[in-house]
């Protein structure tokens, strides 16, 4: 078996090989992120090594990235949404300090949530409630009809304990707002982080807080329990969202919401104010600040010393420069595990990936499985107006990559399937990566991100990238693979020459040109 710096230096030369690849597609006129100038190169030498390899490069090589190591047997994955709504119930029930959620848009028919948060603030003098949404969703519908108006009542009846905040898209200027519908707008950017933290626990999921996510829309959800630095993390990544967003007022009323901008400086929609300038400072101080509060970790001299498990937090927000998941964790992760012996599993609700990221994949050596949604489990389907024709916007696009796969030689070791539950719609994304195809993940990627291009250029996203050696969670993030993959079907030519997956060419035209806002 090779050593160490062997096997570094045998994936290092790949990265190269990888890059001077000819992309197919590269663009459709669309703002380009920038094309990462360093990769993080990961070893995969053995079961046990693998993630200790990743590890190791991680804490000595990244610059931004903070640590947070814990013990893999408190790191609980939850599988259906019914079980995931009973979690959040339970946790707000028994909350004490804090509750702070963050999510594209609380569900506006969610009235059985927003009660068990209103009893939880009155059953507690000292709790304290933060919500960060993203401004055009939870604004979608209206005064008296929109998510925002149903969190009003919170914030009017503890106006000392409940923050409300919404993301406004710097790209969304008046302009565009007074020219684009309402229900368009989201294309633009918005704000899509998905995390739930109560007390010292913390949930990081794809999932939003409304009515499918808890019943029939299949998605991820990772636990972190009893983690207090993981926890004020999440919770000062919130407070430093409220510096540049909305603040819903305590005078708002369901029927009449009032939206204060507290913050110095220009509000976002403003296109040459000083928006974006303050916000890219309000990151990068976030990112500072952890980075050296997580020094002990990162030399693995702390506390957590002989920990079996190291959680890396980071993020995509293009439009303050701030590229973790496109510069760094993806390149990193897919160059350093392209090794024959390794496998890598896939999957995106919405199958729209990145330029970079299919050819990274396209260019890697390990066995990939990838899964995404059937149009029939996609989210738009059977829906009104211009989104009816996403699904088969969707179908093309993963036409076109297993297509592209088959030029490049690659279908033996790209393997695609769709998932199809009768009455159920799929929104789970994530990497799970395993050093050889007969063991169980040590590695996985999970959040928020679709790792499409809008994700990568004008989205705000958060993940978690976990490492582990912990047999017991290894054997859980084994468990989630299969349990997606048992509703899958495979994908071969056969699929894509039924009739019912004829895409007009309008679609695929408009698919081209809207790529950067599906």
Known sequence: MRDVTASLRSLASLAPRARA????????FATQAQEPTRSLQLGTKGLDLFSRDLDGQLSRENQTLPRFATDGKRIRLLSEPTEF?????????????????SALYIGKEETELVEALHRALAASDTLELHIVADWSRSLREGPGKCSAALLAKLVD?????????????????????????????????????????IDDDLLVSGANLSRDYFVNRQDRYMVVEDHPPLADYYAHLLRTASSFSYSLDSASTSDALKLLWHNRGDEPDRPHGDFVARTKTAWAHLRRSWYSRTADSRAGTGADADSDTAI?????ANPFDLVEESGLVLPGMLFGASDPQARIDVTTGYFSLDWMNRERLLANEAQIR????????????????VSRHLPAAYTWMERTFREAAKRAGRLERIEMREWKRPGWTYHAKGFWVSPTADAPPSLTVIGSS?????????????NLLVTTTEPTLRAALADEVANLRKWTEPVDDATFAAPDRRVAWGVKLAARLLRDKL
């Open 85 to 101: 709504y009973r979690w959040l119930l339970d946790r707000i029930h028994r909350a004490k300090r804090r509750i702070f959620l």
């Open 450 to 462: 679709n790792y499409g291009r809008r994700s990568t250029v004008r989205d705000v996203e958060t």
């Open 21 to 28: 690849r000819k992309p197919f597609r590269r663009r459709c």
């Open 157 to 197: 009846d503890f106006p000392h304990r409940v923050q409300i905040h919404l993301y406004h898209a710097p790209q969304l200027t008046k302009f565009v707002k007074l020219v684009v519908p309402r229900r368009m707008q989201e294309g633009w950017g918005v704000w899509h982080t998905k995390i739930v933290g």
């Open 370 to 385: 990838l899964i995404c949604a059937s149009p029939e489990a996609n989210g738009f389907f059977g829906s009104s107006g």
């Open 312 to 316: 890396y937090p980071f993020h995509q």
